[in-house]
């Protein structure tokens, strides 16, 4: 079975600075991978996905992840935090065409 | 495009109590899934429709039901509400195509539930 770690239910930055947020997935096949961003009350939007093409995949609003097999990982970044960047933002895995597994979240707090 | 459409918003339902949730998918899909996010929860994954059939499911009890319609629109039933239904309950549409396994899942905003 498939599943998703998100380590950091938190994360606080300061506007301009690097963001980061973590990733780590498990999965029996080799997985399409997504991170989606939720604005409060809102359903999710799609930032960015992996799917077995590029390992670096660049998504919108300036995000980008990368893909590293060896560590199981697939963390999200963005050079300079922007105060609208601040959501809640989930990582998921889907292995081959099952269904789909989200982490728990990862709320970013930009700090002006 | 409308992109993924659900109703209602919000609703309110009394313990035991039945409901019904509906969702458009985004045009040109075809499969629809359905997820329930509690609060502070990441979406866990219900089911999935695709030509009017379930094709996969989740760890949710048969209370749990859906349903898919010619036009690909679909609806989640749950019967008997327990308190612990209360949650966000998210539609995605996705378009399945032989040759394309890589597509991309939209969301609905999704309906509040509360269970009192």
């Known amino acids: 079975a498939q599943s998703v770690t998100q380590l950091g239910s938190h994360v606080s930055v300061s506007e301009g600075a690097l963001v980061l947020l973590r990733c780590n997935y498990s999965?029996?096949?080799?997985?399409?991978l997504f991170w989606y961003v939720q604005y409060p009350n809102q359903g999710l939007q799609l930032l960015l996905k992996?799917?077995?093409?590029?390992?670096l995949v660049k998504g919108i609003n300036g995000f980008e992840a990368e893909f590293k097999k060896s560590e199981t990982s697939f963390h999200l970044t963005k050079p300079s935090a922007h105060m609208s960047d601040a959501a809640e933002y989930f990582c998921?895995?889907?292995?081959?065409?099952?269904?789909?597994?989200f982490g728990t979240g990862t709320k970013l707090q930009v700090i002006p | 495009d409308a992109g993924v459409t659900q109703s209602p918003t919000h609703l309110i339902k009394t313990r035991g109590q039945q409901v019904t949730l509906r969702c458009s998918p985004k045009?040109?899909?075809?499969?629809v899934s359905w997820y329930q996010q509690a609060l502070g929860q990441g979406p866990q994954f219900i089911f999935q429709?695709?030509?009017?059939?379930?094709?996969q499911r989740g760890n949710f009890p048969d209370r749990f039901s859906g349903h898919q319609f010619p036009n690909y629109s679909s609806e989640l039933n749950v019967n008997a509400l327990l308190l612990g239904d209360s949650a966000l309950y998210l539609c995605?549409?996705?378009?399945?195509?032989?040759?394309?396994?890589?597509?991309?899942?939209?969301f609905g905003q999704g309906t509040r539930l509360t269970v009192v």
């Open positions: 995605a549409s996705s378009l399945v195509q032989a040759q394309e396994r890589d597509t991309e899942a939209f």
């Open positions: 045009s040109g899909h075809d499969t």
């Open positions: 998921a895995v889907r292995p081959g065409y099952q269904k789909v597994t």
């Open positions: 429709y695709y030509e009017e059939e379930e094709r």
């Open positions: 999965s029996s096949v080799p997985p399409y």
């Open positions: 992996y799917t077995s093409a590029a390992t």
